[in-house]
């Protein structure tokens, strides 16, 4: 199995890329999954390698390795207050409202915004459950197009 190529870490389609390039015998299947599911697929043996957001622990049988760190980005409609400056604080983002994807997740997206609202001493105001990343993104999206912030 092939998951890494220096210099492919932060891109996930070129390390694919890269490794159908180098490995043509290899046959590679992608298959669309949230990251809350992917270690039972790995420990089940349903799947063979897993691109995923780092997770508190895992099971059994898997291990995982961190290839690339993403940046957090604010989302905001252009005409809302906080777009106005250029930097944002952490206490910026007391009282705003957040879409937040997997709310029922204590790990993950959910435990980084929770670290980040400590550090800035606010609550969080979760206004809507994205569901899934990829759900979370067109729901801010839309809110973007409202101009409702996000």
């Known amino acids: 199995m092939c998951l890494k190529f220096p210099g492919h870490e932060s891109d996930p389609a ?3 890329r890269e490794c ?7 046959q590679l299947r992608q298959r669309a999954m949230e990251t809350p599911r992917q270690p039972d697929a790995l420990a089940e043996g349903r799947l063979d390698a897993a691109l ?8 059994a ?5 961190v290839i690339h760190r993403e940046a957090l980005w604010v989302a905001l409609a252009a005409d809302y207050p906080l777009a106005r400056s250029d930097t ?20 993950g997206f959910r435990s980084r915004l929770e670290r980040l609202a400590a550090g800035g ?4 105001k979760i206004v809507h ?13 839309r809110c973007l ?6």
């Open 14 to 16: 070129k390390l694919l």
């Open 20 to 26: 159908r390039r180098s490995h043509p015998a290899v």
């Open 52 to 59: 995923i957001r780092p997770r508190p622990s895992y099971a």
């Open 61 to 65: 049988g898997v291990a995982a390795r």
């Open 88 to 107: 944002l604080q952490l206490v910026d983002l007391g009282n705003q409202p957040f879409i937040v994807p997997q709310v029922a997740e204590s790990s």
């Open 121 to 124: 001493r606010f609550p969080i």
């Open 129 to 141: 459950d994205g569901g899934d990343f990829v759900t979370g993104a067109q729901d801010c999206r």
């Open 145 to 150: 197009r409202r101009g409702a912030g996000a």
